[in-house]
């Protein structure tokens, strides 16, 4: 699929005609028009913006490889990358009766032990 199959199939997704498209990104209809039809081909200036107003991943812009949508995340649900790492027994007493202290003694510990260490 070249670039100028791959720009029309974006427009129409996104429902916009040749005349708004160039209006978004600063060129002329038949600047458009050529670039659907193959004639010519938008500099990496105007791809970007392209990619921008439509939505999509330059790089499948540019050269047809990878995901076409900008933005999958919106479509998939996120999922969560923290690693739950369970904390040593001795760490974990620490921290429970740490918990347990009062905000004063929070902070005369924390002071003991930045000494201390």
């Known amino acids: ?3 100028g199959h791959r720009i029309r199939e974006s427009r129409e997704k ?3 005609s040749q005349d708004e ?3 978004r990104i600063g060129v002329s209809q038949p600047t458009i028009s050529d670039w659907e039809n193959s004639k010519t081909e938008p500099t990496v200036d105007n791809m970007r913006t392209l990619a921008v107003e ?3 991943w330059f790089e499948w812009l540019a050269t047809g490889r990878g995901s076409q949508t900008y933005r999958p995340e919106l479509q998939q649900p ?3 990358y923290r690693v739950k790492a369970e904390l040593p027994a001795d760490e974990q007493k620490l921290q429970a ?3 347990k202290l009062s905000p004063s003694r929070r902070q005369a510990l924390l002071e003991f032990l ?3 260490g």
């Open 97 to 99: 009766i740490y918990r």
């Open 54 to 56: 439509l939505d999509i």
């Open 1 to 3: 699929m070249k670039i």
């Open 114 to 116: 930045k000494q201390w």
């Open 14 to 16: 996104k429902q916009l």
């Open 21 to 23: 498209l160039a209006r």
């Open 78 to 80: 996120q999922q969560e």
